[in-house]
């Protein structure tokens, strides 16, 4: 199929992958890019384009029949929070059907086998048993409806990347905001697998899998190919400061031993918002900003003012969230999501991407680096 | 003119629940006739959240006849025609920025106002910050040194939940970045250091024409000397948010969410000092509701209101002029990573 022939709707689009499809559509010739868009307000960077924005909510499948219009392929990055990952991926499917699409690109996630996927892990036919964790078995469960739309006649693919960066990604803006503070240490030397993605070679796969017969009902890893750590990611973005961060190294047992202390942390924590709440400085931001922002801050502020089995509970429905991290002895220790995140030894294989779609990822990890280390200077993350 | 002046608000959207509403509600001058909206729950649920004892009204017509002034806080594309409808049935009108979506507009709707001898003013809320006049003062004194040139940047991820979301639509919005907060920017500093004689503009529009990010380098000419600027305006990346005068003697610092403070940074015997300028007496209140006083005390005196039709006229043709004359900024990081046989690079 001449994919760029064809009009394309890419849901999730006011988000990084999203934001970045549609660049690539427009990029491409694409005669006619759909973005569909939830939070208005949110549309920044794809309003600059010469797309279409259609207004619709994976939620409300009357508005995903209007969306679609005359599009032939979807671009499925929507997320939504997690109640609406398989809900609104099956609401999307069935206007996909409805709409008689040619292509349905379904962006899932390496995720699919947890946090800290395990060992084994490393090709696509691993089973996916549940972790527990919200986010990762909404996920799972939408591939799953993705795969039973695909099996009733619906040309579906399944792309799972794993940690997506370039520019614009919050992997990089959160780090450095993080080096910033000193909020970073390399967790056992950094030799946890990074998997890195970047968006542009993830899309590569996508438009590959526009094209190509083969790629029809599969599911496929996508990453850069290389043996990236954590260690790697996280000092090359310490490079860009000027001058270099020294960080420090933070093993297993120091976090595991620091980890009760994170309770006490956190009731640190919340008298410190509560501080901060009260100030001057602070009622005066939430003067600048619309309501329902106020009230999401409070609402976040609740949520960590509630019992930690309460507060589990409220992660479990609504996916990760980061939990503080902690100082002991002068040592930083990050918080357990990004202690989980980083303790994967697992390298994802291409290799099924490579035969079948012929994808070979273009942007290797410097060059890659360099363009974030360029936007991160554009956009003032770096003086 | 009788008090208290009978006022009607125009558009619900979020400028007029989060500031014109809190301005007006309490004011001892005005009594608030009417909250329009073309959506009129949307109006009803902002009366009775707030208590309001006005009516709601789905179409400003009807109110024409029964009011003496009105707020005009629709989107920038209603803007002209209704301030345009207001003035021939003898209304006064303080319209929200810009005053217009063209120049040409702006400059009709400004000379009709003159003709009907009303008042038209433009809502530039932060004339009405104490770092106006004492950034002002500072320059005018000397506390600077000679005035060289400034760095003015404002930027964060857009997060304006507008009621009608016209923002990203190029016929209602009349542009991006620039006419949004960079209204603003530029009727500020054309007020400190004088008319600009010179610019080069560079924005990030791909083709729809509602840019994210701009960044605007000016030259001005007024009672100070040749003063160069820059301003960078984003809505998508935070920036730092203030205004900062490089003097010979000092620089000026005015935050853009701390605006009612000047704070004067300068080496004295090697060390750097800063100093915080605030006025002893500073006015109370929102600027929304130093705007509204003055509003007011224009239509009561007949004097010319703090941002006249002029002032907006000005902006907006150096508005179009930057957008007839724009060059994109460079993103390498965007346009590196496309095939050879993609087509529009």
């Avoid at chain 1, 002068?330 to 995140?341: E, N, Q, R």
């Amino acid at each position: 199929m001449n994919w760029r022939q064809e009009s394309v709707l890419v849901t999730g689009a006011t988000g990084f992958i999203g934001g970045r499809v549609c660049e690539r559509l427009w990029q491409a010739g694409v005669p006619q890019v759909r973005a569909l868009v939830r939070s208005t307000h949110k549309a920044a960077r794809i309003a600059r384009l010469p797309i279409e924005l259609v207004a619709g909510d994976l939620m409300q499948p009357e508005t995903l029949r209007q969306a679609i219009g005359n599009a032939k392929i979807v671009i499925h990055c929507g997320l939504g929070n997690a109640g609406a990952i398989v809900r609104g991926t099956e609401n999307m499917l069935a206007a996909a059907r409805e709409a008689g699409v040619k292509r349905f690109v379904h962006v899932s996630t390496a995720a699919v086998y947890g946090i800290t996927p395990p060992p084994g892990s490393e090709t696509e036919d691993t089973p996916i048993r549940k972790t527990g964790d919200a986010y990762c078995d909404n996920k799972a469960a939408a591939e799953r409806v993705v795969l039973r739309y695909g099996h009733r006649g619906l040309p579906v693919s399944i792309l799972r990347p794993s940690i997506v960066w370039g520019p614009y990604s919050a992997w990089s803006t959160r780090l450095m905001d993080d080096l910033r503070t000193r909020r970073v240490a390399y967790i056992d030397d950094g030799r946890g697998a990074c998997n890195t993605t970047h968006v542009d070679n993830l899309i590569d796969a996508m438009f590959l899998t526009m094209e190509n017969g083969r790629a029809l009902n599969q599911v496929f890893f996508i990453t850069d190919g290389e043996t990236i750590t954590w260690g790697d990611f996280i000092r090359a973005h310490a490079r860009m400061i000027n001058p270099e961060l020294i960080i420090g190294g933070v093993s297993r047992e120091e976090i595991d031993r620091a980890l009760p202390k994170t309770v006490g942390m956190l009731a640190g924590s919340i008298k410190a918002t509560a501080r901060v709440a009260r100030s001057k400085e602070f009622r005066h931001i939430l003067m600048q900003i619309p309501a329902t922002e106020a009230v999401m801050k409070r609402a976040w502020g609740w949520v960590t003012s509630l019992p930690p089995e309460k507060r589990d509970r409220l992660r479990a429905r609504f996916g990760v969230q980061r939990p503080p991290a902690a100082h002991k002895n002068g040592k930083y220790i990050p918080d357990p999501v990004t202690v989980a995140t980083q303790s994967t030894t697992v390298f994802f294989s291409i290799a099924k991407a490579r035969r079948e779609l012929g994808y070979e990822p273009r942007i290797k990890f410097r060059e890659g680096m360099q363009m974030v280390e360029q936007w991160l200077r554009y956009s003032a993350y770096l003086d | 003119m009788k008090m208290p002046l009978r006022l009607a608000i125009l558009g619900c959207g979020a400028i007029t629940r989060g500031e014109h509403v809190p301005a007006v509600s309490d004011h001892p001058d005005v009594q608030l006739i009417a909250l329009v909206d073309s959506d009129l729950s949307r109006a009803q649920s902002l009366i009775d959240r707030r208590g309001l004892s006005c009516q709601a009204v789905a179409d400003y017509r009807e109110l024409l006849g029964r009011v003496d002034a009105v707020i005009n806080a629709l989107p920038n594309h209603l803007h002209d025609a209704v301030n345009r409808d207001s003035l021939l049935a003898g209304v006064h009108v303080l319209c929200e920025k810009p005053l217009a979506i063209s120049a040409a507009e702006a400059r009709a709707c400004t000379e009709l106002a003159a003709q009907r001898k009303l008042i038209l003013a433009v809502g530039m809320n932060r004339r009405f910050f104490e770092s106006r006049s004492l950034l002002a003062l500072a320059m005018r004194e000397g506390l600077l040194g000679t005035v060289r040139e400034y760095d003015f940047q404002y930027g964060g991820a857009f997060d304006w939940r507008s009621a009608s979301g016209f923002y990203f639509d190029r016929a209602k919005a009349g542009g991006g970045a620039l006419v949004d907060f960079g209204v603003h920017m530029i009727d500020s500093v054309i007020d400190w250091f004088g008319p600009i004689t010179a610019f080069d503009y560079q924005d990030d529009d791909w083709g729809s024409g509602i840019e994210a990010n701009a960044i605007l380098d000016v030259r001005h000419e007024g009672q100070l000397g040749e003063i160069k600027g820059r301003l960078r305006i984003s809505r998508t990346f935070a920036l730092k948010n203030r205004l900062l005068v490089h003097g010979t003697q000092a620089d000026a610092e005015v935050a853009v969410h701390n605006p009612d403070v000047v704070v004067l940074h300068r080496t004295v015997g090697g060390k750097p000092l800063s100093e915080t300028l605030r006025h002893e007496n500073a006015e109370s209140g929102s600027s929304y509701r130093r705007q509204l006083d003055n509003f007011i005390h224009s239509i009561v005196n007949g004097t010319n209101p703090e941002v006249d039709g002029w002032q907006a006229v000005r902006v907006m043709e150096l508005i179009e002029n930057c957008y007839a004359h724009k060059r994109r900024i460079p993103e390498p990081w965007a346009e590196n990573a496309v095939e050879r046989c993609e087509a529009r690079v």
